[in-house]
């Protein structure tokens, strides 16, 4: 029971939903870069939330199942074929032993999900079956001609999920954040400039984290931090004044200070923001 890779686009990788309580290890959680659309490829075909999917960069995919299988796709959305005739998109679909799966270009976003019924079942690294490509932990990248290999068929059974929402959002972002940890090295002017104008995503973006481009934010303070722990949707300024948001592969440590941090949630929507997408903050302070 697998999945036969044929041929891909820029990246394809297995994540569930990461490694999570090694950051003392230097190991960052990794896992899928948007969650919410990996939990709901789960949900539509019965799979537990954390059951390995393939996350596919931009299409290009084309594979064959050898058993038959259920599958679904969600994310950003693209044109999905199946023996030659057109599924539908964020819907469970039955596929037969033999039959190819094409994945076409998504319209929007940048990441779509593929899950299979019984999750991929690949070996676990420290827990997860999730990729980390920076530093190599985890399985390596897909290539045309793996076999990745199905997990025991255990899944429940399949709720009704709203076809609708398997979408990203296209267009421009509001993202909900928190103020801190060091909102205070930054002046009155940049803290207001941070929610009043919009910031343009960058191409200068991976799993790591996103760059943002606009007006650079004005420090009230000199001198640098010591290395402080850092979390997924965390935005760091570094000394040019453009912030940069980190994602699911994010290191652990970083020396510049941390203006905000993104509701969990949120990241999701920016992790599939291509560039030139316009991005607006609103913030709020953290409350005991």
Same mark, same amino acid.
């Given at each position: 029971?697998?999945?036969?890779?044929?041929?891909?686009?820029?990246?394809?990788? /297995?994540?569930?939903?990461? +490694?999570?309580g090694?950051?003392h290890?230097?190991?960052?959680?990794?896992?899928?870069?948007?969650r919410?659309?990996?939990?709901?490829?789960?949900?539509?075909?019965?799979?537990?939330?954390d059951?390995?999917?393939?996350? @596919?960069?931009?299409?290009?995919?084309?594979?064959?199942?050898?058993?038959?299988?259920?599958?679904?796709?969600?994310?950003? %959305?693209?044109?999905?074929? @199946?023996a030659?005739?057109?599924?539908?998109?964020?819907?469970?679909?039955?596929?037969?032993?033999?039959?190819?799966?094409?994945?076409?270009?998504?319209t929007?976003?940048? +990441?779509?999900?593929l899950? @299979?019924?019984? &999750?991929?079942?690949?070996?676990p /690294?420290?827990?997860? +079956?999730?990729?980390?490509?920076?530093?190599?932990? &985890? %399985?390596?990248p897909?290539?045309?001609?793996?076999?990745?290999?199905?997990?025991?068929?255990?899944?429940?059974?399949?709720?009704?999920?709203?076809?609708?929402?398997?979408?990203?959002r296209?267009?421009?972002?509001?993202?909900?954040?928190?103020?801190? %940890?060091?909102?205070?090295?930054?002046?009155?002017?940049?803290?207001?400039?941070?929610?009043?104008?919009?910031?343009?995503?960058?191409?200068?973006?991976d799993? #790591?984290? @996103?760059?943002?481009?606009?007006?650079?934010?004005?420090?009230?303070?000199?001198?640098?931090?010591a290395?402080? &722990?850092?979390?997924?949707?965390?935005?760091?300024?570094?000394?040019?004044?453009q912030?940069? #948001?980190?994602?699911?592969?994010? %290191?652990?440590?970083?020396?510049?200070?941390?203006?905000?941090?993104?509701?969990?949630?949120?990241?999701?929507?920016?992790?599939?923001a291509?560039?030139?997408? +316009? #991005?607006?903050?609103?913030?709020?302070?953290?409350?005991?």
């Amino acid at each position: 029971m697998s999945l036969v890779v044929k041929a891909l686009g820029p990246l394809a990788l /297995v994540e569930d939903l990461g +490694r999570p309580g090694y950051g003392h290890l230097g190991v960052c959680p990794s896992g899928a870069a948007d969650r919410a659309s990996h939990r709901l490829a789960n949900a539509l075909i019965g799979n537990a939330e954390d059951a390995a999917t393939l996350e @596919v960069l931009l299409g290009g995919l084309r594979a064959s199942v050898t058993t038959d299988a259920v599958i679904a796709l969600t994310g950003a %959305p693209a044109a999905v074929n @199946v023996a030659g005739r057109p599924v539908a998109f964020g819907e469970a679909v039955h596929v037969r032993a033999g039959d190819d799966i094409a994945v076409g270009a998504p319209t929007h976003g940048l +990441r779509t999900y593929l899950a @299979v019924r019984g &999750g991929f079942a690949v070996a676990p /690294v420290l827990g997860s +079956r999730s990729s980390d490509p920076t530093t190599g932990l &985890g %399985p390596a990248p897909v290539t045309a001609g793996d076999e990745l290999p199905f997990g025991d068929d255990t899944a429940g059974d399949v709720p009704g999920v709203d076809a609708g929402t398997a979408f990203v959002r296209s267009g421009d972002l509001l993202l909900r954040a928190v103020w801190g %940890p060091r909102d205070d090295w930054f002046t009155d002017e940049a803290r207001a400039a941070f929610t009043a104008k919009a910031w343009e995503v960058s191409a200068e973006g991976d799993r #790591v984290g @996103v760059r943002l481009l606009g007006s650079a934010l004005e420090r009230s303070r000199v001198g640098e931090l010591a290395s402080e &722990g850092l979390v997924r949707g965390a935005i760091q300024v570094p000394a040019n004044g453009q912030p940069i #948001v980190f994602l699911a592969d994010h %290191p652990t440590t970083g020396g510049y200070p941390v203006i905000a941090v993104i509701r969990d949630e949120d990241v999701d929507h920016l992790a599939q923001a291509r560039p030139g997408t +316009r #991005v607006r903050f609103v913030c709020e302070r953290r409350t005991l």
